[in-house]
């Protein structure tokens, strides 16, 4: 049972837009930086997003992140067949459980 | 370039111990932290743990406290993590992991290429 919950698989056609959401609580997402991973089947996951919407050099702007409250949601538009990979949040969480980075489970996304 | 190089697979037995190696190179290796992450097969990711290759300080994913060790050797511009009582449930790939910006945030820029764990009787 992880921290954060992500839905677990998310489609698209080609050329559609396409969100991600990672929910948490006061104790992460509701008041630290969200980031984002994607990765590819038998590779070492590529970082997205940092500090909730920023964008690594070499990231295309098609991926974007953006936080609500305690949400965050990654979004990806003009869907490529490259896209497909699983894609994970994270979050530093300082509630009761104790303080470390949290991940999310992780979202299988498909490229109809 | 930045790279940080794994040591190779392990095969372990219930009980035992094992020590992964990271070794850093392509940036100033006292500037950066190292975290490591790991990956069970078929399952997401993990947050081990951070250390200050500048300082040698670490602080540890609660659930591994008493169990996980990291260190560095300055010397090689490696790290080292040790995970010691293994259980069949720490079979996973190991990942060392530099983040983009000096720091410990988790903007993990730069991964190692992994080091598969197996624990098995």
């Known amino acids: 049972q992880s921290v954060l919950t992500q839905p677990p698989s998310a489609s698209g056609t080609p050329g559609q837009r396409v969100t991600i959401s990672c929910s948490g609580s006061?104790?992460?997402?509701?008041?630290?930086?969200v980031y984002w991973y994607q990765q590819l089947p038998g590779t070492a996951p590529k970082l997205l997003i940092y500090?909730?919407?920023e964008r690594p050099s070499g990231v295309p702007d098609r991926f974007s992140g953006s936080t609500s409250g305690t949400s965050a949601s990654l979004a990806i538009s003009g869907l490529r067949s490259e896209d497909e990979a699983d894609y994970y949040c994270?979050?530093?969480?300082?509630?009761?459980?104790?303080?470390?980075?949290?991940f999310g489970g992780g979202t299988k996304l498909t490229v109809l | 370039q930045v790279q940080l190089v794994q040591s190779g697979a392990e095969v372990k037995r219930p009980g035992a111990s094992v020590k992964v190696s990271c070794k850093a190179s392509?940036?100033?290796?006292?500037?950066?932290?190292i975290h490591w992450v790991r990956q069970a097969p078929g399952q997401g990711l993990e947050w081990m743990g951070i250390?200050?290759?500048?300082?040698?300080?670490?602080n540890y994913a609660q659930k591994l406290q008493g169990r996980v060790t990291m260190t560095r050797d300055t010397s090689t511009s490696t790290v080292y993590m040790e995970l010691s009582s293994l259980r069949f449930e720490d079979t996973a790939v190991y990942y060392c992991?530099?983040?983009?910006?000096?720091?410990?945030?988790?903007?993990?820029?730069?991964w190692g290429q992994g080091t598969l764990v197996t624990v098995s009787s």
């Open positions: 500090r909730n919407n």
């Open positions: 992991a530099r983040p983009l910006y000096g720091g410990d945030n988790l903007d993990l820029q730069h």
């Open positions: 994270a979050a530093w969480d300082d509630g009761l459980s104790g303080r470390g980075w949290v």
């Open positions: 006061t104790s992460n997402i509701g008041r630290n930086n």
């Open positions: 392509g940036y100033t290796f006292s500037s950066y932290f």
């Open positions: 250390i200050n290759p500048g300082g040698g300080t670490t």
